[in-house]
């Protein structure tokens, strides 16, 4: 994704590991210059040899991402202000049988792994059947968002309380 558009992704925890056959991995570090509780996330991301510059806008299932590729001695200059809230993960991207792509998401420095699948536009989220391997569905859960593993360590796996 470059410039500006709509992200629509269902996240969920993953309740066993799928064969990963055509699959590709690839090492991402992530940076964020914003709090969980700011109204946009603001982070720097490194994937594989390129390297990226995102604005999220507030939502969970669908909401507004602006990335900009940017050179690597931006990166490494404006890395520093991202402190401590930081992560490092090998994704595997691959096509479920329905053709949708997923991204699992193995993190080096917890004991978490989460799967994302993007869509076009909600009503295509909305109907979308995960497959046995995925578990429980943390799309609505903020605990599970990038930006608070990055802040915060890895978060307890039972849902969230009711409020």
Known sequence: MTDSSQEVERKFLVAEMPPLDG??????????FTVPEDSVQVRLRQKGARFFLTVKGQGTLSRSEHE????????????PATGARRLEKIRWTGR????????????????????????ADETGALEFVPPDWFGREVTEDGRFSNSSLASGGVPDASPPPER
């Open 96 to 119: 479920l049988p329905g053709g949708e792509v997923f991204e699992l998401d193995l993190f080096e420095d917890r004991d978490l792994r989460l799967v994302e699948v993007e869509f």
């Open 68 to 79: 900009t590729e940017i050179p690597a001695e931006v990166f490494e200059r404006l890395w």
């Open 23 to 32: 699959a590709v991995s690839e090492h991402i570090r992530q940076g964020y």
